[in-house]
């Protein structure tokens, strides 16, 4: 089995700074992309940020500017660091490794259980 462990966020004043970070553990052979999503009350799960194996770097719009996603493929973590921070980024913040490899079986798609970030006004 794999999990997604998160830790990092918290409450926060508008035009601060957070930082959350993932770390997959198991028998794990490859993971092609890690990232994170997010889920503020009542509105559907988004992207935020996902980076592959490439290094291949994909941001939300409302995000490009404010957010960094970095990830240690040889630690398998992924990290978010967040600036500039607004009420509307208020939810929870799941990290995703996509294309997760544990030999012998079929890749797949692990989420962790969230993390609640709160931005107050």
């Known amino acids: 089995q794999v999990q997604l462990v998160e830790s990092g966020g918290g409450l926060v004043r508008a035009g601060g700074s957070l930082s959350l970070s993932c770390a997959a553990s198991?028998?794990?052979?490859?993971?092609?992309?890690m990232g994170w999503y997010r889920q503020a009350p009542g509105k559907q799960r988004e992207l935020v940020a996902t980076?592959?194996?490439?290094?291949?770097?994909n941001y939300a719009d409302s995000v490009k500017g404010r957010f960094t996603i970095s990830r240690d493929k040889a630690k398998n973590t992924v990290h978010l660091y967040m600036n500039g921070l607004k009420p509307e980024d208020t939810a929870v913040y799941y990290c995703?490794?996509?294309?997760?490899?544990?030999?012998?079986?079929?890749?797949?798609?692990?989420w962790g259980q969230g993390i609640q970030v709160t931005v107050s006004s």
């Open positions: 995703t490794a996509e294309g997760v490899v544990v030999i012998p079986y079929p890749h797949r798609d692990y």
């Open positions: 198991g028998r794990i052979f490859n993971i092609e992309a």
């Open positions: 980076v592959t194996n490439d290094g291949n770097i």
